[in-house]
């Protein structure tokens, strides 16, 4: 069941899901995942499930807003192919992966991040286009 604090923190988690991603391009995992599991008490599958659910409105919004401003819109149909390919990837592989181990990678994956943030702050120049190599998509 969901109580009355549960909703008003999932709105909180939500707001800064939102800001983070609206400034960064990041939220989902960041924030819902950990208030999914240690505050919702959902499994880590089931955690990822919801804060992708969730995250679809914020996506389309914030993108729109984001790109319509910028030139971004010739990498649109190759991203949106590519990430759709590594989703269905991605959900094919977590059946297999045990939730001990699936916390594990996630947290390897904030804390690489968050270490690459604090390193690299370049910009690489590449046909016209400059590509800042600090954020968290630059990881790989």
């Known amino acids: 069941t969901v109580t009355v604090s549960l909703l008003i923190l999932s709105l909180l988690a939500g707001i800064s899901a939102g800001l983070l ?9 960041i924030v819902l995942i950990p208030f999914l599991t240690e505050i ?39 991203l949106m192919f590519s990430a759709a390919v590594g989703g269905v990837l991605g959900v094919l592989i977590s059946q297999w992966i ?10 390897l994956v904030v804390i690489g991040s968050g270490i690459h943030l604090l ?3 370049k910009e690489k120049v590449t046909g016209g286009l400059k590509i800042p190599l600090s954020g968290i998509g630059a990881l790989s």
């Open 40 to 78: 919702a008490l959902l499994s880590p599958k089931s955690s990822v499930q919801t804060s992708l659910l969730s995250i679809l409105c914020l996506s389309s919004f914030i993108a729109y807003r984001q790109v319509t401003g910028g030139g971004g819109l010739k990498l649109v149909l190759p």
């Open 119 to 121: 390193i690299q702050k």
């Open 98 to 107: 045990d939730e001990s181990v699936f916390k594990k990678l996630f947290a």
């Open 21 to 29: 991603a609206s400034f960064f391009g990041v939220g989902g995992g």
